[in-house]
């Protein structure tokens, strides 16, 4: 159970991106998070890992206060959460396999990592994650020569190896087309038979609405809305959304 | 607005069009007039000679040497002549000879002097030996003062005037002689010597190259905006590290050093002293006493184990390595004085164990610097968690006059040996005391929970000291160190060092202020600790950049180093400007032939390198 309870960001002490945002997530719940540009999904999503620090407000995942961690104990709740991006966020000179392997390294020996060794173990877990992806065969090609949604993908498999309990997705599929993101999306949606709880911000409301059990949806840094993705109708949409958008799709 | 205000004021433009042209002109003539430009200099016939001369030097460079062969043809003459007759000497078949008109003269008479069966074309001279029976010592003058040449049959035909002097009853001898090349062209004189600078210079380079990327890397990450904007600290803490770090660097200098002295004196050099002993015993009896202890489950007992043994570790590396670079520089100095390359491997040696030996305090500055300064983080983190707001309060205070004493102390001291005001301990009162108050008043002003932009802090000053450094010419700097180090290429490799360090730093700086950050916010997601972090999102995004500028670099640095002898820091340029001193002109063309080779090569080089990596 992941709970955010009164959570606040201000940025630069002028920007409030969060505010006073408050909602529970049971484990392996796939949540939506939409709302406008804007609006604080990626600062909600970056404080629940803390890669942004909140500036009030906690986090508690299973009794444990992430937002009161010490360095040392936020590296070992961070090694818990896996995270993929809408930009992929790969390292584009590196291999795809040591792009993966990337994602033990809260686990492996610091001394080893730096000199780019890693368990026989990780690198075959690397391999089936790759496998579970589709791109064993792409192992050895460097990044930045894969398709969009190939990155992506590599993108996934580093969040696995990580072994998760929770996944954010910060618009993983924004910059792949149609047919790329429900690939995508589907391998998210496997991640439900692992139990994992799966936090994912979306742009588009048939996304939410065919894969989310929920949605959370925030409006200059407030939850708006939290329900059922079906019981986004079009008053809540213009809520949401604003009195002049136009619901496509 | 009328017509004649209209007038007026393109009158009034057209004035300040010609104030305006002649300032220009005024600017120029004074220009020309501080800068001696003197167009009569060029046109003086004894300067126009000079700069042919030079001219005519460089386009022949002393290149090559052929072998020479003399050949040498006699004639007897008597002079004054008392009635004898001497034959004139036999001709020997393909051999060259000279026959006179007469070979019994008057002092001062003119005779001819005749050539057959020498080269075409070729020089020769003329000398008159007077008589000598030693041999050995004779003394050969000029009969001609310019050569003579051979016509087309190889003959020539000439008139010369005997000398008044040197006379004698017995004969004189008349000599033509002609150099003659022969055989294969070899290197001359210049160009091995030229050869034997230029890969001095190319060292030169490289290894003021070398030094200067080690320093520059960890300068670069100093310099760059986008790592230090995200160290801060809050003010207690900020004070908390300014308080002890001279403290902690001091200290590991203390230790490292008597630790080092310890270990040189294992291998029979240095003296140990007794803390030297304290230092490398203390650790030793904290692991056994704590392995002798029976708790073993806690926390904190796991971690002073770790911080134990790390000590123990530390001592034992320091106390190895400097009981060998001692043992380095015994063999070190035994080896250098043999030739070749056990020399080489020697004075290696002993470069390396001298480097070891003299690093070790230094290093011991930094890891002191350095721990004490995350320890105290720690502790003062610890406090502010835990103590109350007073509490907070007052350790702030306390820490910031500590502070505040120190470094106005520090800083000081050092103006005072630049300055030498006076004897420090009385000097350095007033400015600690001040120190002390100004941080003190600042502490209480302010909330100890503040953050304090730290890192950026740090920026601004190594960029600073870079910007300084950088803004002197390597030319100007090996004037310092040929003071110091003595005048040659070690001075040399110093200067273009120190500016390479710099110029680096800012070029990396910016490779590294130029990487994207989304693969530092993913690795960093995964939960890698800092350097695991560089070392997977930063590293592969700022190598390849980093050998393409230190290639560049290294292609500046051999150009520096062709004149840094100028300066006097060795390679090339100090011979050239030896040859341009002594107005060896003909020499002077071969270095400046090698040098334009070797940067056009290496220009040449490392641009395809480069191609290659980015
Ligand atoms: N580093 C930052 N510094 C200052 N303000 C920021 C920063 N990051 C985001 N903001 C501001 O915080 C607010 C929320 O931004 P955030 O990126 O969380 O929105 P978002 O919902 O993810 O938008 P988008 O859909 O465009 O990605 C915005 O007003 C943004 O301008
Ligand atoms: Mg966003």
Same mark, same amino acid.
């Given at each position: 159970?992941?709970?955010?309870?009164?959570?606040?960001?201000?940025?630069?002490?002028?920007?409030?991106?969060?505010?006073?945002?408050?909602?529970?997530?049971?484990?392996?719940?796939?949540?939506?998070?939409?709302?406008?540009?804007?609006?604080?999904?990626?600062?909600?999503?970056?404080?629940?890992?803390?890669?942004?620090?909140?500036?009030?407000?906690?986090?508690?995942?299973?009794?444990?206060?992430?937002?009161?961690?010490?360095?040392?104990?936020?590296?070992?709740?961070?090694?818990?959460?896996?995270?993929?991006?809408?930009?992929?966020?790969?390292?584009?000179?590196?291999?795809?396999?040591?792009?993966?392997?990337?994602?033990?390294?809260?686990?492996?020996?610091?001394?080893?990592?730096?000199?780019?060794?890693?368990?026989?173990?990780?690198?075959?877990?690397?391999?089936?994650?790759?496998?579970?992806?589709?791109?064993?065969?792409?192992?050895?090609?460097?990044?930045?020569?894969?398709?969009?949604?190939?990155?992506?993908?590599?993108?996934?498999?580093?969040?696995?190896?990580?072994?998760?309990?929770?996944?954010?997705?910060?618009?993983?599929?924004?910059?792949?087309?149609?047919?790329?993101?429900?690939?995508?999306?589907?391998?998210?949606?496997?991640?439900?038979?692992?139990?994992?709880?799966?936090?994912?911000?979306?742009?588009?409301?048939?996304?939410?609405?065919?894969?989310?059990?929920?949605?959370?949806?925030?409006?200059?840094?407030?939850?708006?809305?939290?329900?059922?993705?079906?019981?986004?109708?079009?008053?809540?949409?213009?809520?949401?959304?604003?009195?002049?958008?136009?619901?496509?799709? | 607005?009328?017509?004649?205000?209209?007038?007026?004021?393109?009158?009034?433009?057209?004035?300040?069009?010609?104030?305006?042209?002649?300032?220009?002109?005024?600017?120029?003539?004074?220009?020309?007039?501080?800068?001696?430009?003197?167009?009569?200099?060029?046109?003086?016939?004894?300067?126009?000679?000079?700069?042919?001369?030079?001219?005519?030097?460089?386009?022949?460079?002393?290149?090559?040497?052929?072998?020479?062969?003399?050949?040498?043809?006699?004639?007897?003459?008597?002079?004054?002549?008392?009635?004898?007759?001497?034959?004139?000497?036999?001709?020997?078949?393909?051999?060259?000879?000279?026959?006179?008109?007469?070979?019994?003269?008057?002092?001062?008479?003119?005779?001819?002097?005749?050539?057959?069966?020498?080269?075409?074309?070729?020089?020769?001279?003329?000398?008159?030996?007077?008589?000598?029976?030693?041999?050995?010592?004779?003394?050969?003058?000029?009969?001609?003062?310019?050569?003579?040449?051979?016509?087309?049959?190889?003959?020539?035909?000439?008139?010369?005037?005997?000398?008044?002097?040197?006379?004698?009853?017995?004969?004189?001898?008349?000599?033509?002689?002609?150099?003659?090349?022969?055989?294969?062209?070899?290197?001359?004189?210049?160009?091995?010597?030229?050869?034997?600078?230029?890969?001095?210079?190319?060292?030169?380079?490289?290894?003021?190259?070398?030094?200067?990327?080690?320093?520059?890397?960890?300068?670069?990450?100093?310099?760059?905006?986008?790592?230090?904007?995200?160290?801060?600290?809050?003010?207690?803490?900020?004070?908390?590290?300014?308080?002890?770090?001279?403290?902690?660097?001091?200290?590991?200098?203390?230790?490292?050093?008597?630790?080092?002295?310890?270990?040189?004196?294992?291998?029979?050099?240095?003296?140990?002293?007794?803390?030297?002993?304290?230092?490398?015993?203390?650790?030793?009896?904290?692991?056994?006493?704590?392995?002798?202890?029976?708790?073993?489950?806690?926390?904190?007992?796991?971690?002073?184990?770790?911080?134990?043994?790390?000590?123990?570790?530390?001592?034992?590396?320091?106390?190895?390595?400097?009981?060998?670079?001692?043992?380095?520089?015994?063999?070190?100095?035994?080896?250098?004085?043999?030739?070749?390359?056990?020399?080489?491997?020697?004075?290696?040696?002993?470069?390396?164990?001298?480097?070891?030996?003299?690093?070790?305090?230094?290093?011991?500055?930094?890891?002191?610097?350095?721990?004490?300064?995350?320890?105290?983080?720690?502790?003062?983190?610890?406090?502010?968690?835990?103590?109350?707001? *007073?509490?907070? &309060?007052? %350790?702030? $205070?306390?820490? !910031?006059? +500590?502070?505040?004493? #120190?470094?106005? /102390?520090?800083?000081? @001291?050092?103006?005072?040996?630049?300055?030498?005001? *006076?004897?420090? &301990?009385? %000097?350095? $009162?007033?400015? !600690?005391? +001040?120190?002390?108050? #100004?941080?003190? /008043?600042?502490?209480? @002003?302010?909330?100890?929970?503040?953050?304090?932009?730290?890192?950026?802090?740090?920026?601004? $000053?190594?960029?600073?000291?870079?910007?300084?450094?950088?803004?002197?010419?390597?030319?100007?700097?090996?004037?310092?160190?040929?003071?110091?180090?003595?005048?040659?290429?070690?001075?040399?490799?110093?200067?273009?060092?120190?500016?390479?360090?710099?110029?680096?730093?800012?070029?990396?700086?910016?490779?590294?202020?130029?990487?994207?950050?989304?693969?530092?916010?993913?690795?960093?997601?995964?939960?890698?600790?800092?350097?695991?972090?560089?070392?997977?999102?930063?590293?592969?995004?700022?190598?390849?950049?980093?050998?393409?500028?230190?290639?560049?670099?290294?292609?500046?640095?051999?150009?520096?180093?062709?004149?840094?002898?100028?300066?006097?820091?060795?390679?090339?340029?100090?011979?050239?400007?030896?040859?341009?001193?002594?107005?060896?002109?003909?020499?002077?063309?071969?270095?400046?032939?090698?040098?334009?080779?070797?940067?056009?090569?290496?220009?040449?080089?490392?641009?395809?390198?480069?191609?290659?990596?980015?």
């Amino acid at each position: 159970m992941l709970e955010i309870k009164n959570l606040s960001k201000i940025y630069d002490n002028t920007v409030l991106a969060l505010d006073d945002v408050s909602f529970e997530v049971p484990q392996g719940q796939f949540l939506a998070v939409v709302g406008l540009s804007g609006s604080g999904k990626s600062t909600l999503l970056r404080c629940i890992n803390r890669l942004i620090e909140p500036t009030g407000g906690q986090i508690i995942w299973d009794g444990v206060d992430v937002t009161a961690a010490l360095p040392e104990d936020l590296r070992r709740i961070r090694r818990r959460i896996g995270m993929i991006f809408q930009h992929f966020n790969l390292v584009q000179r590196s291999p795809v396999m040591t792009n993966v392997l990337s994602g033990r390294l809260g686990y492996t020996n610091p001394f080893w990592s730096l000199i780019n060794r890693f368990p026989k173990d990780d690198v075959a877990m690397a391999l089936r994650q790759l496998e579970r992806v589709g791109l064993e065969e792409k192992a050895y090609t460097r990044a930045d020569e894969l398709s969009g949604g190939q990155q992506q993908r590599v993108g996934i498999a580093r969040a696995l190896m990580q072994e998760p309990a929770i996944m954010l997705a910060d618009e993983p599929v924004a910059s792949l087309d149609p047919v790329l993101a429900h690939s995508i999306m589907q391998y998210l949606e496997k991640l439900k038979e692992e139990n994992i709880t799966v936090i994912c911000s979306l742009h588009f409301l048939d996304l939410v609405q065919r894969y989310a059990d929920r949605a959370v949806a925030l409006k200059d840094g407030k939850v708006v809305f939290d329900g059922h993705p079906s019981e986004i109708d079009d008053k809540r949409f213009e809520e949401i959304y604003g009195e002049e958008a136009q619901r496509i799709g | 607005m009328n017509e004649k205000e209209k007038s007026s004021s393109s009158i009034l433009r057209t004035l300040g069009k010609i104030a305006l042209i002649v300032a220009i002109v005024i600017v120029y003539a004074y220009g020309l007039q501080v800068t001696k430009v003197d167009l009569e200099k060029p046109q003086e016939g004894k300067r126009q000679q000079q700069l042919t001369n030079i001219l005519r030097g460089l386009a022949n460079p002393d290149l090559f040497e052929w072998k020479i062969d003399r050949v040498v043809a006699e004639a007897p003459v008597l002079i004054p002549c008392d009635g004898q007759t001497l034959a004139a000497p036999a001709p020997v078949e393909g051999q060259p000879t000279i026959t006179l008109s007469t070979y019994c003269a008057e002092p001062g008479e003119t005779i001819t002097v005749s050539g057959f069966g020498w080269a075409r074309n070729e020089d020769v001279f003329l000398f008159f030996i007077p008589y000598t029976a030693d041999k050995d010592n004779e003394v050969a003058l000029k009969l001609l003062d310019d050569r003579v040449v051979t016509d087309n049959q190889g003959n020539f035909t000439v008139e010369a005037e005997l000398k008044n002097d040197r006379l004698s009853d017995k004969p004189a001898t008349i000599r033509a002689v002609a150099n003659r090349k022969t055989g294969m062209p070899g290197p001359s004189e210049a160009l091995k010597q030229t050869w034997e600078k230029i890969i001095e210079t190319v060292f030169l380079a490289l290894i003021a190259t070398t030094f200067g990327i080690f320093l520059a890397v960890p300068f670069s990450f100093l310099a760059a905006r986008n790592l230090m904007i995200d160290v801060n600290s809050t003010f207690v803490k900020f004070m908390a590290s300014l308080a002890v770090v001279p403290i902690g660097g001091y200290l590991g200098y203390i230790i490292f050093k008597s630790l080092t002295d310890l270990g040189r004196s294992f291998t029979g050099g240095g003296e140990a002293s007794a803390s030297a002993l304290l230092w490398s015993v203390l650790p030793v009896l904290g692991f056994a006493v704590l392995k002798g202890s029976a708790d073993g489950g806690s926390k904190l007992f796991a971690t002073l184990r770790r911080v134990i043994i790390s000590a123990v570790i530390t001592v034992v590396v320091v106390l190895a390595l400097a009981a060998l670079a001692n043992v380095g520089r015994g063999t070190g100095t035994d080896l250098k004085i043999e030739t070749g390359l056990t020399g080489v491997i020697g004075n290696f040696i002993l470069i390396l164990s001298d480097a070891i030996l003299l690093g070790m305090p230094v290093l011991g500055f930094v890891i002191g610097f350095f721990l004490i300064s995350s320890m105290a983080g720690s502790v003062t983190e610890m406090v502010e968690d835990r103590a109350s707001e *007073g509490v907070v &309060r007052i %350790v702030a $205070i306390v820490l !910031a006059a +500590i502070a505040g004493m #120190l470094w106005f /102390g520090v800083i000081t @001291a050092v103006l005072n040996w630049l300055y030498q005001f *006076g004897d420090l &301990r009385y %000097v350095i $009162i007033a400015p !600690a005391v +001040i120190g002390a108050v #100004l941080l003190t /008043g600042i502490a209480i @002003a302010s909330n100890p929970h503040r953050i304090i932009p730290t890192g950026m802090f740090i920026y601004y $000053i190594v960029r600073t000291i870079m910007n300084i450094f950088r803004s002197i010419e390597p030319l100007v700097m090996v004037v310092a160190f040929a003071v110091w180090v003595g005048i040659g290429p070690f001075a040399g490799v110093m200067a273009l060092g120190l500016h390479t360090i710099v110029a680096l730093g800012k070029l990396y700086s910016e490779q590294v202020e130029n990487i994207a950050v989304g693969p530092i916010e993913a690795v960093t997601a995964t939960g890698a600790n800092r350097l695991q972090m560089i070392i997977y999102a930063v590293m592969p995004q700022i190598v390849p950049p980093y050998i393409a500028f230190t290639l560049y670099r290294w292609d500046i640095n051999v150009r520096m180093s062709t004149i840094i002898g100028f300066g006097g820091g060795g390679g090339i340029g100090f011979l050239l400007s030896q040859n341009i001193n002594l107005l060896k002109y003909r020499q002077a063309s071969v270095n400046m032939i090698a040098i334009a080779i070797v940067v056009a090569s290496l220009d040449y080089l490392s641009a395809k390198v480069r191609e290659k990596i980015t």
